[in-house]
């Protein structure tokens, strides 16, 4: 079965950097859509980003210019580079890969990586 492992996560101040990475084992990145969601406490896991099986990109107007997706084949991983981070970035951060077959829907869930921006 397909199996996502996130790493990356941590406590950053504002302004600052982090990489967060989505490990994929058991079947191949490429044929799937990748995405991030994040969730604060009591609140739905808010869409990030993601990126298509054919390389494209979408994210949320909060996050624009900031964050960038991208996937590594090889590595069969999917990364998020998040920039200039604030307060608000705070969440436990989800990755999800997608794909569909005609009838048939595949969705697989990470682990989940908490991200904490604090000054």
């Known amino acids: 079965q397909a199996q996502l492992v996130e790493s990356g996560g941590g406590l950053v101040q504002p302004g600052g950097s982090l990489r967060l990475s989505c490990a994929v084992s058991?079947?191949?990145?490429?044929?799937?859509?990748m995405g991030w969601c994040r969730q604060a406490p009591g609140k739905q896991c808010e869409l990030v980003a993601h990126?298509?099986?054919?390389?494209?990109?979408n994210y949320n107007d909060s996050v624009k210019g900031r964050f960038t997706i991208s996937r590594d084949n090889a590595k069969n991983t999917v990364y998020l580079q998040m920039n200039s981070l604030k307060p608000d970035d705070t969440a436990a951060y989800y990755c999800?890969?997608?794909?569909?077959?005609?009838?048939?829907?595949?969705?697989?869930w990470g682990q989940g990586t908490q991200v904490t921006v604090s000054s």
């Open positions: 999800n890969a997608h794909r569909n077959d005609g009838s048939r829907t595949y969705d697989y």
């Open positions: 058991g079947t191949i990145v490429e044929i799937y859509t």
């Open positions: 990126i298509t099986s054919r390389g494209s990109t």
